[in-house]
Every structure is written in C-alpha cells, then in structure tokens.
C-alpha cells in the first residue's frame, strides 16, 4: 500500500505564529485530504487538495503531486488550531491511507 | 443537515464479553466506513460498504469481528470476543460515492 509519511511529529507554537505541516506519500495519488482532530477527538475535513493550491482562511495547503508531497500552512495560529492534523491519501476514491499525524499545541 | 451519527460514544467491557456499535451515515451517503484508531495513530480501515455491499474487508479481522449494513443505510460493527488488545477508538464515516468522507465522532472502547 502507499506509505505516508508526516513532519514534525510534534509542533508547539505560541499564538500568532506561522507554521508548516509536510505530508510526504509513496505513490501516485488522486485523493488527498487533510484533516483536523480536534481535542474531544472530532475529524474534520480540511481540504481536498489531490494537486494544486487552495486558501480557506489562516490555513491553506498546497499539494506538488508530481514530487509526491503536499504542505498544510497555518497562519496567525490561534489555541482553537490546536490538535492533530492528518494527512490521508488514496490512488481511487474511497480508499484512503492517513499517516501518523501532527500533534499541534498553540500556546496562548 | 446532521452529520455522522454513532453509539455509544464510550463503551467499558471486561474481556471476552461481546460489543457492538451503531453508526448512522449523513441522509443520502451511499458510502459507509468502519476504521479502528489506536493512541497516536491515524485512522485504519477495517471495512468499506457502497450500500449494502461490503466492498473491502481485507482488514477486518474475521475471526472475531464482524459488520452488517442492512438496507444500506444504518451499519453496526461487532466484536466477539473482545480482547484487551481491540481498546481504541472506532469511528465511522460517510461519503457520496466514495468522494470526501465525514467523520462521526467515534467510539472509545477499553476493554479490561
């Protein structure tokens, strides 16, 4: 199966800063999303980015397919953006491989 | 529109007892997901159903798990017997033809 892999295993950051979360995958994908686990354990969709550049909000992301990895950016990070932050891929639609994850700590 | 629906959010059993838990997909989702979540690791996928059809099982392990999505909506998964080591999370998800998949907010199982 696809290997995903994701860094830093753990990041804390201080309100306001900015941070970069990298997802590196093993194979060719036409599925991948990014998610938020939130502290009471809550998934959310955050993006659906198999290629390509999308905004929504602080966050974005931005997926090189062709060099197989993808960046989640976290801007003017607030303590709500805390959590862990997974990476899921998948060659079809329906199958998705999540890697172990960035736990994110925001710090007031 | 509500989201994924699951029960009992917290479930404490003693080992070798049977367990059993119920998802309910978003209203018109054909595609339903069973995944298990251990501590400090991203969801993995036991069982896929488009609609009725279970269309990918290679992770459930069989011998003591088993799922059932009749009339293609509702799905319950069940272990039998439970062994200290299946304490995790489960979480079901729904998506539309296999697209984005929501996620319900699980079930915490300890089994002691």
């Known amino acids: 199966g696809i290997q995903v892999e994701q860094s830093p295993p753990d990041l804390i950051l201080q309100e306001g800063a900015n941070s970069t979360l990298r997802c590196n995958f093993s194979?060719?994908?036409?599925?991948l999303q990014w998610f938020h686990q939130n502290p009471w354990g809550q998934l959310i969709n955050l993006f659906y980015?198999?290629?390509g550049t999308k905004q929504n909000g602080r966050l974005s992301a931005t997926t090189v397919a062709t060099e197989r990895y993808s960046l989640l950016y976290i801007s003017s990070s607030q303590t709500t953006d805390s959590g862990v932050y997974f990476c899921a891929v998948g060659a079809s639609w329906g199958k998705l491989q999540f890697g172990a994850g960035t736990q994110v700590v925001v710090t007031p | 529109e509500a989201g994924v629906v699951q029960s009992p959010r917290y479930k404490i059993i003693e080992k070798k007892q049977p367990v059993a838990f119920w998802c309910n997909p978003i209203s018109g989702h054909n595609t339903l997901y069973w995944y298990l979540q251990n501590l400090g690791q991203g969801p993995e996928l036991l069982i896929r159903y488009e609609n009725e059809e279970a269309v990918d099982d290679s992770q459930l392990p069989k011998d003591r798990f088993s799922a059932e999505r009749l009339k293609g909506v509702d799905s319950t998964l069940k272990i039998q017997p439970a062994e200290l080591g299946d304490s995790a999370v489960y979480l079901c998800?729904?998506?539309?033809?296999?697209?984005?998949?929501?996620f319900g907010p699980g079930t915490r199982l300890t089994v002691l």
């Open positions: 194979d060719s994908v036409n599925n």
């Open positions: 998800a729904s998506s539309l033809e296999g697209g984005l998949q929501f």
């Open positions: 980015i198999p290629s």
